[in-house]
């Protein structure tokens, strides 16, 4: 017989069942099984968690579009070129100023030609930012924006180059941003390479030499760039065929012609020569410039200047060595100039060693020659004398006798001319118009001139400036235009880590920065009626750092009310 009994546990009431059987003559109770609690509870409904409410969107690469984009606006890059280029203040959609801005986004970090950023911009957050139609973004649209940019004028059968009023309007925009401090003058560093061009058609492509002075079709591309905040200020297109000297014309011209206050004006001694100077007196810049030792009069300024090396001539001390300069007025270009007479001790040293292993490694060659040559023909001896000697051909005296008795070459070491090279080892002159610089000052404004080298190397590597795959005269002019303006971007990133440390670092902390905000997505996200714009993968390293730039802000949820994607809302 089954029984039914009560038993009390944690608060509850459990039911059992027991059975009655006889043991013994005996009947007892015997457990069976637990019918569980008296009144059950019946069971909660499991909450639904906030993770099971979201319907996630596509996500699109956010963190350094988002913030070159952020820097783009700051430097009005869209209003700037669509107000010279459309002759309007306010365009909808598509624009050629939001189509060059996003190509030279690209350019900084994921450089690719035209014809593939239709598949790039997609996969990025660009589209909203510009606030346009993914779809509308193909190779046809960019194109036609470096037609904006620049073009062929079949009126006047010449090209219609914008590119220089959108250097001057950057450039007072850039002075709005930082102006210059009072009483302080504008220091530009001025400086040429050469492109490397793909293509016949083009006017500008001419044969020239690249770096490894292998002839190529190349373009030249010249840079102005400001030396306090490294920023650049104009640009110009020249044929291969033009070379330093002969654009500083040009370069003096554009400079009167732009918005940019007259100050000093900094360039290699490759662009020297005594017209530029005078024309750029006239144009009231003044002038620091290195003078090559290509005349008498300089070598005599050079053997006849003695630059003690002493704690009061040492103006500068670096990796590079040890700087010593004296300043002296002699005669340059027909009048009495402020020159500087400096001495680096260890290139010099530098320079010695190389010469004397150079004569050393000549010497021995001449002596095989003579073993090797005694049957060749005078023609082929002089032939091979002058290849073997190369630019030393000034230290050696060399002949060549006919066929016979003795040695067919005999030579000797110009020790006079060797003694003068010595003296002048390590040893550089320098001009400077401004008579109220010390001689430190020069050098160090002149030397420091390198980071324009340090501007085109990383235009040409990061951005991969080239080849320059463009035929048309026109489009080689607006992309080149697109690849300064890339540069823009990076240099005003730097400048920017520049003003939150006081380290030599900046250069590498941009483009760490840039590969952090490499991996930031954003996605949107329905949460119930709310949309939510989530940034995912920003470290808080990376939240530091831009909150320093005063860009705490980049990154912050926000929400909207509708999902649908409509327009560039991707």
């Not at 860009?551 to 009310?561: A, N, Q, W």
Request: aromatic share 8%; net charge positive.
């Amino acid at each position: 017989m089954a029984i039914k009994r009560r038993k009390k546990a944690n608060g509850r009431i459990y039911l059992e069942e027991y059975k009655s059987v006889r043991v013994g003559g005996k009947v007892e109770s015997i457990y069976v099984r637990s019918l569980g609690p008296e009144n059950p509870v019946e069971p909660k409904k499991p909450k639904r968690r906030v993770i099971d409410r979201l319907e996630p969107g596509p996500s699109h690469r956010a963190g350094d579009v988002t913030l070159l984009w952020k820097l783009a606006q700051d430097l009005d890059f869209v209003k700037i070129i669509d107000s010279i280029c459309c002759q309007e203040n306010n365009i909808e959609g598509l624009s050629p100023g939001k189509l060059i801005t996003a190509w030279a986004i690209n350019r900084v970090i994921d450089p690719t030609s035209a014809t593939q950023l239709e598949r790039w911009i997609p996969t990025t957050d660009l589209p909203r930012l510009m606030d346009v139609n993914p779809i509308d973004l193909d190779k046809h649209a960019f194109l036609s924006a470096l037609d904006f940019i620049c073009y062929e004028d079949k009126w006047t059968d010449g090209i219609q180059d914008n590119t220089r009023k959108i250097d001057d309007a950057l450039y007072r925009r850039w002075r709005e941003l930082y102006p210059l401090k009072e009483g302080e003058d504008e220091v530009l560093a001025y400086d040429i390479t050469t492109v490397l061009f793909f293509g016949v058609s083009c006017p500008l492509a001419e044969l020239g030499y690249n770096p490894d002075k292998i002839k190529r079709l190349v373009v030249n591309l010249a840079l102005v760039v400001s030396k306090r905040e490294r920023y650049p200020i104009l640009h110009r297109i020249h044929n291969s065929s033009k070379n330093g000297k002969a654009t500083i014309k040009n370069l003096i011209l554009a400079l009167q012609e732009s918005s940019i206050e007259t100050g000093t004006l900094i360039w290699d001694r490759g662009n020297v020569s005594k017209d530029n100077i005078i024309d750029a007196e006239k144009a009231h810049w003044k002038i620091i410039c290195g003078i090559p030792k290509t005349s008498k009069q300089v070598n005599d300024i050079l053997k006849n200047t003695t630059v003690d090396c002493s704690w009061n001539t040492l103006v500068r001390s670096s990796k590079a060595g040890h700087v010593y300069a004296v300043q002296t007025n002699n005669d340059l270009y027909g009048e009495q100039r402020n020159l500087i007479v400096y001495m680096n001790r260890e290139r010099g040293v530098k320079d010695a060693n190389s010469r004397n292993e150079s004569l050393l490694s000549i010497n021995e060659a001449l002596s095989d020659l003579n073993k090797d040559g005694s049957d060749w023909s005078e023609k082929r001896l002089h032939a091979e004398i002058k290849k073997i000697v190369g630019e030393y051909g000034r230290f050696v005296d060399a002949r060549v006798s006919r066929k016979g008795i003795g040695p067919r070459v005999s030579w000797k070491f110009n020790d006079r001319r060797i003694r003068e090279a010595e003296k002048m080892d390590g040893t550089y002159l320098l001009l400077s118009t401004d008579m109220k610089l010390s001689a430190r000052e020069v050098v160090n404004q002149y030397l420091e001139k390198d980071f324009i080298e340090k501007v085109f190397r990383t235009m040409k590597t990061k951005e991969e400036l080239e080849p320059v795959r463009h035929r048309l005269e026109s489009r080689v002019r607006g992309y080149l235009f697109v690849c300064v303006l890339a540069y823009r971007l990076i240099s005003y990133l730097q400048h920017k880590m520049r003003e939150i440390s006081d380290k030599n670092d900046t250069w590498e902390r941009a483009d760490s920065l840039l590969a952090k905000l490499e991996r930031v997505e954003r996605v949107r996200v329905k949460l119930g009626r709310q949309v939510k714009i989530w940034y995912l993968n920003v470290p808080k390293k990376t939240e530091k750092t831009l909150k320093e730039l005063g860009l705490g802000d980049l990154f912050k949820e926000t929400t909207e009310t509708d999902f649908s994607d409509v327009g560039g809302k991707n």
